[in-house]
C-alpha cells in the first residue's frame, strides 16, 4: 500500500523558513517524478514545485528564488525549503507522486500559515 506523508507545516511570521517533508513508502520512489502542491481556501490547488528522478527541478514563478524542492533517495523523501514566507502562501501543502502510465499517488496535506 502506497502512502505520502507530508509533515512540517505550522504557523511562521511573514520572512520566516518552514521545511515540509513528505516520507513515501510503499512504492519505487526513485522512479518517481515528485511534486508539491499547495490549496489555498476557495481557491483551486497550484503546483509549487517538482523533481525528477534525474534531480531536474522545476518552480512556479511565485516561489522561484525563495523555495527549494529536493529529494533523499536513501530515505524516500521528498523536501521542501521555503525561506521569505508571505502570508499569500498560506494553504495546505501536499506531495505528489507521479510516473508515466500508473496512477498518480497523494499525500494527506499539512498546513502552512504565514502570519503576524
Known amino acids: 500500500q502506497v502512502q505520502l506523508v507530508e509533515s512540517g507545516g505550522g504557523l511562521v511570521q511573514p520572512g520566516g523558513s518552514l521545511r515540509l517533508s513528505c516520507a513515501a513508502s510503499?512504492?519505487?520512489?526513485?522512479?518517481?517524478?515528485m511534486h508539491w502542491y499547495r490549496q489555498a481556501p476557495g481557491k483551486e490547488r497550484e503546483l509549487v514545485a517538482d523533481?525528477?528522478?534525474?534531480?531536474?527541478?522545476k518552480y512556479a514563478d511565485s516561489v522561484k528564488g525563495r523555495f527549494t524542492i529536493s529529494r533523499d533517495n536513501a530515505r524516500n523523501t521528498v523536501y521542501l525549503q521555503m525561506n521569505s514566507l508571505k502570508p499569500e502562501d498560506t494553504a495546505v501543502y501536499y506531495c505528489?507522486?507521479?510516473?508515466?502510465?500508473?496512477?498518480?499517488?497523494w499525500g494527506q496535506g499539512t498546513q502552512v500559515t504565514v502570519s503576524s
Open positions: 523533481i525528477t528522478p534525474g534531480g531536474v527541478t
Open positions: 505528489k507522486g507521479s510516473r508515466p502510465v500508473f496512477p498518480d499517488y
Open positions: 510503499g512504492m519505487l520512489f526513485r522512479i518517481y517524478t
